[in-house]
């Protein structure tokens, strides 16, 4: 079950591949406001790679899933979140409606342009 949820959540982070380039909009707002109104959802956390966490999130009243992937420092099977590193958000149909990955995350994009390339 857990190699399961790995890899849904693998498959999840490259769907984050085509929408790479963060975009703002008009408005120059914190892009992670968008998560206002998620839920963590407990047990969900798994290491990704070296230094990348993902998690799930959950609003219930939008019925929107969020996965959030943070950039940590892990050892031996334990990780420490040091910040949150990219996100995207799926709505009940389970489309992809809003993506966003920190410009200053380049080792989370060459690793993504890395598991393209495989």
């Known amino acids: 079950m857990e190699s399961r949820s790995k890899k849904q959540i693998f498959v999840t982070i490259l769907l984050l ?7 703002l909009g008009a408005k120059a707002q914190d892009p992670w406001q968008f998560l206002n109104g998620f839920t963590f959802i407990p047990d969900s956390p798994a290491r990704i790679e070296e230094h990348y966490v993902a998690a799930l999130f959950v609003n219930r009243e939008k019925q929107q ?6 950039n940590a420092t892990c050892d031996s099977g334990n990780c420490e979140v040091n910040h949150r590193a990219a996100y995207s958000v799926y709505n009940k149909e389970g489309r992809n409606i809003h993506t966003y990955v920190d410009p200053g995350e380049q080792e989370l ?10």
Do not use: G, W
């Open 17 to 23: 591949l085509p929408l790479l380039a963060p975009s």
């Open 109 to 118: 994009m060459r690793l993504f342009a890395r598991k393209v390339a495989v």
């Open 65 to 70: 899933l969020a996965v959030v992937i943070f």
